[in-house]
């Protein structure tokens, strides 16, 4: 039974005035770095926020994965955690958490790798 320690970099609606820390579950903190980027047009800000969990509370794994099934129960109960932690402080606070940032006004073109381009997708035939 081993203990698994985290580190994870997230982003909040609103600047935090300082740390927080229930027991030794878990702590978040602003994530203040001398190299980070500052802006007075920011609208998420960077926090920190550290964890453990326990191996005693691994999820299983297919059997297509044994191979890396240590590593992907882990990940999975490290981001299950991770959720759980960021919803229930999103709930009980006036501060909005994320795992990774949403940019405004982008537009994003996928091209897929198995695309077929003599099948149309969207013809405009149809009246409405």
């Not at 802006?39 to 453990?52: C, G, H, N, R, T």
Request: proline share 9%; net charge positive; with cysteine.
């Amino acid at each position: 039974m081993a203990i698994h320690f985290r580190k994870a970099l997230l982003f909040c609606t609103n600047p935090l005035p300082g740390c927080f820390r229930y027991a030794d579950y878990f702590q978040i903190y602003p994530w203040d770095s001398p190299a980070a980027p500052k802006s007075d047009k920011e609208k998420l800000f960077p926090v920190a926020l550290e964890y453990f969990f326990v191996d005693s509370a691994m999820l299983p794994v297919p059997k297509d994965f044994e191979e890396i099934k240590s590593y992907l129960s882990r990940e999975a109960h490290s981001n299950n955690k991770q959720k759980q932690i960021l919803h229930l402080i999103s709930s009980i606070t006036n501060y909005r958490f994320c795992t990774h940032a949403v940019w405004d006004n982008i537009l994003v073109i996928l091209q897929y790798p198995f695309h077929n381009p003599t099948k149309t997708y969207n013809n405009n035939t149809n009246p409405r």
